[in-house]
């Protein structure tokens, strides 16, 4: 079945340094994409979203390019800061209601 | 003005004991869904409701049972709980057309 592989964390950077945090999906039509964010204790909260291929969706620094060549959508953001600390999940929107979510990443940014 | 809100935040609570969380949304969306997170942080959706129809549900055991009174409302109501039924659930809800879903803040249920 439809899937999303992201990366395993906790992924550890200092503050300034740039983050890549990798996710594949399957390649079962033209999904739309997005990268979810979750902070401690809270909900998730849409962070940014591409819904063809080629597309870059972006917000508050972090980017993510559609790939459909690679079934890849990277998040990357240049320069962390301490409060990007949170869980970062990637999903696919199977069919029209099926949201399917990669297993997160915690990244942890140290001052 | 809260997007997606549901109650209660927190629910402790025995073996054996019936429980329901509830879930609105003010968003105008016509699509709400229920999806649990285990202690890993996984996620996997439960069920789906398009129109207040049924439309996915996830091998969720029959001690699960959904209901949406309206298109605004998704309650989810928990039969003889398991202490496996421990997570935090999150309602959500979208358009339905493609595009992103919406989340609560989650209710975090514990059966002790």
């Known amino acids: 079945g439809d899937s999303v592989t992201q990366m395993e964390g906790p992924v550890t950077l200092s503050e300034e340094a740039f983050l890549t945090i990798n996710c594949t999906y399957t390649?079962?039509?033209?999904?739309?994409l997005f990268w979810y964010v979750q902070y401690p204790g809270e909900g998730l909260q849409l962070l940014l979203k591409a819904t063809k291929a080629d597309d870059k969706g972006s917000n508050k620094g972090f980017e993510a390019t559609y790939r459909k060549e690679t079934t890849s959508f990277h998040l990357e953001k240049g320069s962390v800061q301490v409060s990007d600390s949170a869980v970062y999940f990637c999903?696919?929107?199977?069919?029209?209601?099926?949201?399917?979510f990669g297993t997160g990443t915690r990244l942890k940014v140290l001052a | 003005d809260t997007a997606v809100s549901q109650t209660p935040k927190y629910l402790v609570t025995q073996m054996g004991n019936d429980k329901s969380i509830k879930c609105e949304q003010n968003l105008g969306h016509d699509t709400m869904y229920w999806y649990k997170q285990d202690s890993k942080k996984f996620l996997k959706i439960m069920f789906s409701y398009n129109n207040k129809e049924l439309i996915i549900n996830e091998t969720v055991p029959n001690r699960f049972s959904p209901k949406s009174p309206d298109k605004a409302h998704l309650n989810l109501h928990i039969n003889s709980l398991e202490l496996g039924d421990s997570a935090v659930y999150f309602c959500?809800?979208?358009?339905?057309?493609?595009?992103?879903?919406?989340f609560g803040q989650g209710t975090r249920l514990t059966v002790v």
């Open positions: 999903a696919r929107l199977t069919g029209t209601y099926k949201y399917i």
């Open positions: 959500a809800s979208s358009r339905g057309t493609g595009a992103e879903a919406f």
């Open positions: 390649a079962t039509g033209y999904p739309s």
